[in-house]
């Protein structure tokens, strides 16, 4: 079976996972829990109760149904990741993907199941009774509040504390806490990461992170035995190894892709769509393993992230000798000079002056993921207003959003082999203001709002999006010299980071009216898309005066 069989076997078995779970909204047992979803790994959460409503007969074969889905997808990716093709022309690659897709698989449990533990630990006094009426979370039962049982939609969220309100909003607070280090952390890890990446190589970065791994597994695994307020260290602590080891983990891949591939600009845009594509083939899978773990309502997260540790100990082992790519002059000096790293953190820099195409693209893929990032972090509010959908199967866009950018990767590689990396980023750019344009119209059209929103909001802007993530790739390892590629690839998350800190909130704080019914429902998108629109402008220029 080649890459591209697997490839489609996995998008098909992906299909029909999806569809199972839209039209069989349970799959397991006779009475169904609340299922807890978030859109993005971020603080916003959803709650889902539903009850079979079909027989039982038919309810017990949807569990089989969903767990060989996952399974064809997970035998599809790894399929994918060990082909044939990949080991024959650059033997490193395979074992680089299998990589990416472990870890990629991995990193979701530090999103929704992580967020339902902080909130499943979420502490508090008994709620007393006001007025015969108790908060929500609990209800009112002969004189005093009643903890809501933890399938009914009512669940306060946590076994520890009655009042949903203060377990959101303490969630909320640690989650504003980590947020707000991750991205200072996150800037300054980068910067000294892709310094020491090109003097020392690509592999001890991703050892640190192998190693980091195993430490914040086991400090969430301890911190189910503690009090709150040493929980709540313990949650902030593990969060900023957590950063320091992964902020640089894709600019370390994409560099060991760069440099597999520096004399071969072809197989350069291959090996970087199946970056992406193991990227996004990982995070389908991971948000349909999760999906169990979430709906379980867990009280006590031991056994999940002590199995979580047991499985980042075995890889530690697995990739601890995952093959160095570096092997230019400059990791062949003196000791001396080795130590020297803060005089590269300048070197990243003065590259991309020297390159004005490369200095200016930098600003543009900086506001390009801003423009994304604003508008679709509001997919799901924009869904359960305007759209009036019910919240989880609002959440069901993010699974689409995956399989559009899986697809789009899969796409990437043959279109930059036809048209060149400059012409395909310039037309991707292009179908992606006019995809959230036409979705934008959805005031104008209310009758036709939800077609626009999926075919156009989703399916085509992802496919899009997803074809223009490998040529960002492949334009900064074709431009960037192969001393400092680390560096530049640092770079770009900086810049994005400056550029969001203070842009960032103007998308839901002064753009997005969740009660309007006019265009003011969609002005996220519509400025999105005139902002890609001139971004597509900017670098069509620029890949004209190069």
Not at 174 to 182: A, E, L, P, R
Not at 253 to 264: A, P, W
Not at 285 to 299: D, K, N, Q, W
Not at 360 to 388: D, E, H, R
Request: aromatic fraction near 12%; proline fraction near 4%.
């Amino acid at each position: 079976m080649s890459w591209s069989h697997a490839f489609w076997l996995t998008l098909a078995a992906g299909a029909v996972l999806t569809c199972a779970d839209t039209a069989c909204q349970s799959y397991v047992g006779d009475d169904l829990p609340e299922l807890r979803v978030s859109l993005l790994q971020s603080s916003v959460k959803t709650t889902r109760s539903s009850v079979l409503t079909d027989a039982a007969a038919e309810g017990k074969y949807r569990g089989a149904v969903y767990c060989g889905a996952c399974c064809l997808l997970l035998a599809g990716g790894l399929r994918f990741v060990v082909t044939e093709k990949g080991a024959a022309s650059l033997p490193e690659l395979s074992l680089i993907l299998t990589f990416v897709f472990w870890m990629s698989w991995f990193q979701y449990f530090s999103g929704d199941p992580f967020d339902a533990f902080v909130e499943s630990n979420t502490r508090c006094p008994w709620p007393q009774p006001l007025a015969g009426h108790c908060p929500s979370g609990s209800r009112f039962e002969q004189g005093v509040c009643v903890a809501a049982d933890r399938w009914s939609p009512d669940w306060s969220l946590s076994v520890h504390c009655a009042q949903k309100n203060h377990v959101l909003s303490e969630a909320a607070r640690i989650n504003g806490i980590n947020s707000s280090t991750s991205s200072g952390i996150g800037m300054i890890t980068v910067l000294l990461a892709g310094a020491y990446m090109d003097r020392m190589g690509r592999r001890p970065v991703i050892r640190f992170f192998l190693l980091m791994s195993i430490m914040v597994k086991l400090l969430l695994t301890l911190s189910c035995f503690l009090n709150w307020s040493s929980f709540v260290v313990i949650i902030i602590v593990q969060n900023i190894f957590e950063v320091m080891s992964a902020s640089p983990m894709y600019p370390a891949l994409n560099c060991m892709i760069s440099d597999l591939t520096r004399e071969d600009a072809q197989t350069r845009g291959d090996c970087f769509s199946a970056l992406e594509m193991a990227k996004n083939m990982a995070s389908l899978l991971a948000l349909l393993s999760g999906y169990p773990v979430l709906r379980a309502h867990l009280t006590n997260y031991f056994p999940f992230w002590s199995s979580l540790a047991a499985m980042a100990l075995l890889a530690t082992t697995y990739f601890w000798n995952i093959p160095e790519t570096l092997h230019h002059e400059g990791s062949e000096k003196s000791d001396g000079e080795r130590h020297r790293l803060w005089r590269s953190l300048v070197e990243g820099l003065q590259c991309c002056v020297k390159d004005r195409f490369l200095g200016q693209y930098l600003v543009i893929w900086a506001t390009i993921t801003l423009a994304v990032n604003g508008a679709w972090g509001l997919s799901t509010m924009y869904l359960q207003s305007f759209l009036g959908m019910e919240q989880a199967n609002a959440s069901i866009c993010r699974a689409v959003w995956f399989f559009a950018l899986l697809l789009g990767a899969g796409s990437s590689g043959p279109l930059m082999r036809r048209g060149g990396v400059h012409v395909v980023h310039g037309a991707s750019l292009l179908a992606m203001s006019i995809s959230w344009a036409l979705c934008g119209l959805g005031p104008v059209f209310p009758a036709y709002a939800a077609h626009l929103f999926w075919v156009f909001g989703v399916g085509s802007f992802g496919v899009a999006f997803g074809v223009l993530s490998p040529c960002f790739a492949s334009l900064i390892s074709a431009h960037a010299p192969p001393e400092c590629t680390g560096q530049v690839f640092g770079l770009a998350i900086v810049v994005g980071t400056l550029l969001g800190m203070p842009l960032g909130p103007l998308w839901s704080q002064v753009f997005f009216n969740p009660s309007a019914s006019d265009l003011h429902a969609t002005l996220p998108w519509l400025v999105s898309s005139a902002l890609l629109g001139l971004m597509a402008v900017w670098f069509s220029i620029i890949s004209a005066l190069r």
